[in-house]
């Protein structure tokens, strides 16, 4: 089955350590985006990526840090220089073309520090 | 800059029509999209008007005017299920998203 998926779907951080969400996708998608959201709250752009090795800052970028070595791969590093990183992280993947908005989502990870 | 306005919150009884309504601002538009949330799962992708008009899709419709940078979500024969956000969303090379409206259905 194709899809997107994301893990761990819980996450507990400590204060001052780094942490690295998963995502991967087996949909042959060239584009992948993570989202922040908060209770209540609507889709905060992270970081988004169009192409392999090539990836750009979204809206709210600082303390976070991404990688794309590998078409199917995006993982997110939350750092410890993102002071309120309580959230609800979610990975989406789409065609590149401009208009493409038929996007899929992982189901989330829910990232609580303690 | 980018943008997308849509109301906070909604709410209806069964069996009545909601219409969201979504401006949106920016400098490429390619088209209009709505994704459905039901709280604590993953947006799940609803409807997409590339050029003006209405589309439908069972009980849900979207539409777009391009020239009034406007779009809206119909919603009809709501029924409790349909408790959820609605978020409208455009890709300008970034996939962005407004704030979404919470749809409260009431028995």
């Known amino acids: 089955d194709g899809g997107i998926t994301q893990s761990p779907k819980y996450l507990f951080r400590k204060e001052g350590q780094n942490v690295t969400l998963s995502c991967e996708q087996n949909l042959n998608h060239d584009a992948m985006y993570w989202y922040r959201q908060d209770p209540g709250q609507g889709l905060r752009l992270i970081y988004y990526?169009?192409?392999?090795?090539?990836?750009q800052k979204g809206d709210i970028a600082e303390g976070y840090s991404v990688s794309r070595e590998k078409k199917e791969s995006f993982p997110l590093t939350v750092t410890s220089a993102q002071k309120n990183p309580t959230a609800f992280y979610l990975c989406?993947?789409?065609?590149?073309?401009?208009?493409?908005?038929?996007?899929?989502f992982g189901q989330g990870t829910r990232l609580t520090v303690v | 800059g980018q943008s997308l306005e849509q109301p906070s919150e909604v709410t209806a009884v069964e069996g009545a029509i909601v219409q969201i309504n979504c401006t949106y601002q920016?400098?490429?538009?390619?088209?209009l999209s709505w994704y459905q949330q039901h709280d604590g799962g993953a947006p799940t992708f609803l409807s997409y008007n590339a050029l003006d008009g209405l589309e439908e899709t069972g009980r849900f419709s979207s539409f777009l005017s391009r020239s009034d940078s406007y779009g809206y979500l119909l919603l009809q024969e709501l029924q409790m299920k349909d408790s959820a956000s609605y978020f409208c969303?455009?890709?300008?090379?970034?996939?962005?998203f407004g704030a979404g409206t919470t749809v409260t259905v009431r028995a």
């Open positions: 990526s169009q192409i392999v090795n090539d990836f």
């Open positions: 969303a455009f890709n300008d090379y970034k996939l962005s």
């Open positions: 920016t400098s490429g538009f390619y088209g």
């Open positions: 989406a993947s789409s065609g590149r073309d401009r208009g493409d908005t038929e996007a899929f």
